[in-house]
């Protein structure tokens, strides 16, 4: 389902599901975990050019951080600023380095059948409105739990977002933006990313 663009509200983005959100330069958005230990893939592209999105690596380079933070501004792959953080009510408990999900690190697990993915939901939800995209970009994964150890490692030792935590943004230009409840729903050794494999709804307002 799209929100047109400037409608406020409250909506609700089921289990596995995605939305997108229509913001004007200066509305802010908040995504809640109402129960806790989901990750929300996050997209955002320049409402007037699909081919600006929101890239992390570009954010973090500026920003000094791998998690984002209140007042960090989030920066497009040409370096224009999109989105500033407004408030981080999830305890900086987020990550900029996973890719989306897809098909293909379902099949890696051993799933032959489909299996809904972030990316699908994403490419599904721009398809709906008249976008056929071939990218997924780097998507802000918020309340995802990963961090890096001295060594270097990566690891994602468990979703412990608390019930009701959230993050607020405020876009700083036209901003189309693309929420995605991430199915992932397994829990391989060492490695999650939804609480307990659990996949639950998102809440979002727009205000
Ligand atoms: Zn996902």
Same mark, same amino acid.
């Given at each position: ?22 913001? =004007? ?6 995504? =809640? ?6 990750? !929300?893939?996050?997209? !955002? ?44 009510? !999830?305890?900086? =408990? ?5 890719? !989306? ?107």
């Amino acid at each position: 389902m799209n929100k047109q663009l400037g409608s406020e509200g409250k909506w609700t983005v089921r289990a596995k599901c995605a939305m997108s959100f229509d913001l =004007i330069k200066g509305q802010k958005i908040r995504i =809640i975990t109402p129960h806790g230990h989901q990750a !929300a893939d996050f997209f !955002a592209y320049n409402l007037d050019s699909y081919e600006e999105w929101l890239s992390p690596m570009h954010t973090w380079i500026i920003t000094k951080s791998l998690v984002p933070r209140p007042n960090d501004i989030f920066l497009t792959r040409f370096r224009n600023p999109i989105l500033k953080m407004i408030e981080d009510g !999830a305890e900086g =408990i987020h990550d900029m380095l996973l890719p !989306a999900c897809d098909q293909f690190r379902y099949e890696g697990f051993g799933y032959k059948d489909p299996h809904g993915s972030c990316s699908e939901n994403l490419t599904n939800v721009m398809r709906r409105r008249g976008q056929e995209i071939t990218i997924i970009p780097q998507p802000v994964n918020f309340f995802t739990n990963t961090s890096i150890n001295p060594d270097g490692t990566l690891i994602a030792p468990g979703n412990i977002v608390k019930p009701g935590s959230y993050v607020v943004l405020e876009a700083l230009i036209n901003t189309l933006c693309v929420i995605s409840s991430c199915p992932f729903d397994i829990r391989p050794e060492g490695w999650e990313i939804n609480g307990s494999g659990k996949v639950t709804d998102l809440e979002v307002e727009v205000f």
